[in-house]
């Protein structure tokens, strides 16, 4: 089963920027699609992007034209930036895997949480 090490998070302005990374180990990454989710205190987490194996990207309303997700198969490593952050942005944030986007949105998932990064933004 995937394993899943988030980085990047911390403290940030509103207005700021952050790069989460992802990196994968215990399976094989590149026929995945890989999912960046969060968890604000108090609700549930939720699917805020998503990247195929072949690339194709999805995003929630929310961060669609802030955030960007990538993949580098190589590296078995997904990326989050985020941009233009504001204070509804924080959360701790995770990533993991599916057979398909549908599937990570209904939480049909290929790897174990890991321990997610946190991101607070300030105003």
């Known amino acids: 089963q995937l394993q899943f090490v988030e980085s990047g998070g911390g403290l940030v302005q509103a207005g700021g920027s952050l790069r989460l990374s992802c990196a994968a180990s215990g399976g094989t990454f590149s026929v995945n699609h890989m999912g960046w989710f969060r968890q604000a205190p108090g609700k549930e987490r939720e699917l805020v992007a998503s990247i195929s194996s072949n690339y194709a990207t999805t995003y929630a309303d929310s961060v669609k034209g802030r955030f960007t997700i990538s993949r580098d198969n190589a590296k078995k490593t997904v990326y989050l930036q985020m941009n233009s952050l504001n204070t509804e942005d924080t959360a701790v944030y995770y990533c993991?895997?599916?057979?398909?986007?549908?599937?990570?949105?209904?939480?049909?998932?290929?790897?174990?949480w890991g321990q997610g990064t946190q991101v607070t933004v300030s105003s």
């Open positions: 993991n895997a599916g057979g398909s986007t549908i599937s990570l949105r209904t939480g049909v998932l290929r790897g174990s």
